[in-house]
């Protein structure tokens, strides 16, 4: 659980992560709800990649999918590869869902992913590189409300 877990970002950069995630989720429906999280990996890793490399945002991807499946086991749907993380067997799992609770579920147990990651990212690289992903996604989400676009990147 999130609580639970060591955090390697200090409380500003970690609560940053948590707002940014919480603005974009009010802007939508919850049927909407696997589609936020899927642009807001998407665009993580399209800004991530050209900085770390495709194979190593795979790596730190799965990993961070793994830590959290631990706890939301809901997530063990979800699958990497080295195009991005593939949510069809989790939007299907999910279609069968009728009780709000369970769709909430999959809010908190996809929120828990995405703060795994920025985690692994804090500790393969100090804060620099995920203070600047937050900076761009800040920007993001106060302009539109909707992820950069396929191919932006961290590099100046």
């Known amino acids: 659980m999130t609580d639970e877990r060591e955090s390697q970002l200090d409380a500003a950069t970690h609560a940053r992560a948590?707002?940014?995630?919480?603005?974009?989720?009010?802007?939508?429906?919850?049927?909407?709800?696997?589609?936020?999280y899927k642009d807001l990996l998407d665009s993580?890793?399209?800004?991530?990649?050209?900085?770390?490399?495709?194979?190593?945002?795979?790596?730190?991807?799965?990993?961070?999918l793994t830590r959290s499946a631990k706890d939301?086991?809901?997530?063990?749907?979800?699958?990497?590869?080295?195009?991005?993380v593939e949510?069809?067997?989790?939007?299907?799992?999910?279609?069968?869902?009728?009780?709000?609770?369970e769709v909430e579920a999959s809010r908190v147990a996809l929120r828990e992913l995405?703060?795994?990651?920025?985690?692994?990212?804090?500790?393969l690289t100090g804060d620099i590189i995920v203070r600047r992903l937050?900076?761009?996604m800040d920007g993001d989400t106060q302009s539109n409300g909707r992820p950069a676009p396929q191919g932006a990147s961290l590099q100046s």
């Open 18 to 36: 948590e707002r940014i995630v919480a603005e974009r989720l009010q802007q939508v429906r919850q049927d909407e709800t696997l589609a936020v």
């Open 44 to 64: 993580i890793w399209a800004r991530l990649e050209p900085t770390l490399g495709g194979f190593t945002v795979q790596v730190l991807f799965d990993r961070a």
């Open 72 to 84: 939301y086991p809901l997530l063990s749907q979800l699958s990497v590869t080295p195009g991005g």
């Open 87 to 101: 949510f069809e067997a989790l939007r299907e799992v999910l279609a069968g869902a009728s009780a709000p609770e």
């Open 114 to 123: 995405i703060l795994q990651l920025f985690d692994l990212l804090g500790l």
């Open 134 to 136: 937050l900076a761009e």
